[in-house]
């Protein structure tokens, strides 16, 4: 069994600061890159940022400069510093991954969180 567990989502103010954090546990041969996405009501589930396995990162437009992704390889966890919060970043967020379990080591799965809710509003 291997998953994904969100946690650090509510409500904040617009201009106010989240971290979000995605722990993955279960029998994990290697983890490649990890990412964090959101989905808005009425809207398509959206890229907001990835980290590879050496550290590199990208960022939706929309967030750059305001959101920070990191890793920490020893407890499998990936983070979303999410800081100058707006109305428009009301979402659910989901942790993603790109893993390769012991059992089968050449076939690479890509396994989601659950979800965080993010509201941020006055």
């Known amino acids: 069994q291997v998953q994904l567990v969100e946690s650090g989502g509510g409500l904040v103010q617009p201009g106010g600061s989240l971290r979000l954090s995605c722990a993955a546990s279960?029998?994990?041969?290697?983890?490649?890159?990890m990412g964090w996405y959101r989905q808005a009501p009425g809207k398509q589930r959206e890229l907001v940022a990835v980290?590879?396995?050496?550290?590199?990162?990208n960022y939706a437009d929309s967030v750059k400069d305001r959101f920070t992704i990191s890793r920490d390889n020893a407890k499998n966890t990936v983070y979303l510093q999410m800081n100058s919060l707006k109305p428009e970043d009301t979402a659910v967020y989901y942790c993603?991954?790109?893993?390769?379990?012991?059992?089968?080591?050449?076939?690479?799965?890509?396994?989601w969180g659950q979800g965080t809710p993010v509201t941020v509003s006055s």
């Open positions: 980290i590879s396995s050496s550290g590199s990162t």
């Open positions: 279960g029998t994990i041969y290697s983890i490649n890159t």
């Open positions: 993603n991954a790109d893993i390769r379990k012991f059992m089968f080591p050449n076939r690479p799965v890509t396994i």
